[in-house]
Antibody
Framework: EVQLVESGGGLVQTGGSLRLSCAAS????????MHWVRQAPGKGLVWVSR????????SYADSVKGRFTISRDNAKNTLYLQMDSLRAEDTGFYYC??????????WGQGTLVTVSS | QSALTQPASVSGSPGQSITISCLGS?????????VSWYQHHPGKAPKVIIY???KRPSGVSNRFSASKSGNTASLTISGLQAEDEADYYC??????????FGIGTTVTVL
């Protein structure tokens, strides 16, 4: 069974940092592009970042470019999102997704990030 | 990249059909056959119900169907059921190797 479990969320002050993790199991993690998607309270889904199978090719939404860094450790079957210079508008649930908009699309349950002054 | 345009809400009675539109541009929906639809029940993980414009993953009801014309994608739910009450999002690949979601549509079964 495919499982994606996010962790690392929490309360952080404006300007602070957090690192989210997404532990994958039940499939060959190294074979899939992985994504982060977020949802602010009461708002819609917003794509954040993507990383291809081996790691060098990454892309970001304009709203997080230069502040967030996506990475992966295929040996540990884990996806990461390093979030720096956090702002109030970064508050929300963060989901990791396998193969977003592809035939094997699967999501985790999400982890909540709250940025407060 | 601005969010794709969806109606904020759509409602229907049990057994009826409803259609949700998703308006994009020539940089996303209009240029790529890489559009998906998601069903999202609050508190749960979003679930893909359509990928590559018209394809249904195994296990997804055939009451869900979709299409695309120009810069607009559409999702139709036939034989509406109470369990279909949820938020629905379209998503498209975008020129420049990014992705964009729609603003989301709340479906209410009357």
């Amino acid at each position: 069974e495919v499982q994606l479990v996010e962790s690392g969320g929490g309360l952080v002050q404006t300007g602070g940092s957090l690192r989210l993790s997404c532990a994958a199991s039940g499939f060959t993690f190294s074979s899939y592009w992985m994504h982060w998607v977020r949802q602010a309270p009461g708002k819609g889904l917003v794509w954040v970042s993507r990383i291809e199978t081996d790691g060098p090719y990454r892309s970001y939404a304009d709203s997080v470019k230069g502040r967030f860094t996506i990475s992966r450790d295929n040996a540990k079957n884990t996806l990461y999102l390093q979030m720096d210079s956090l702002r109030a508008e970064d508050t929300g649930f963060y989901y990791c997704s396998r193969d977003l908009i592809g035939p094997d699309d699967s999501w985790g349950q999400g982890t909540l990030v709250t940025v407060s002054s | 990249q601005s969010a794709l345009t969806q109606p904020a809400s759509v409602s229907g009675s049990p057994g009826q059909s409803i259609t949700i539109s998703c308006l994009g541009s020539s940089s996303d929906i209009g240029s790529y056959n890489v559009v998906s639809w998601y069903q999202h029940h609050p508190g749960k993980a979003p679930k893909v119900i359509i990928y590559e414009v018209t394809k249904r993953p195994s296990g997804v009801s055939n009451r869900f169907s979709a299409s695309k014309s120009g810069n607009t994608a559409s999702l139709t739910i036939s034989g509406l059921q109470a369990e279909d009450e949820a938020d629905y999002y379209c998503c498209s690949f975008v020129t420049g190797n990014t992705y964009v979601f729609g603003i989301g549509t709340t479906v209410t079964v009357l």
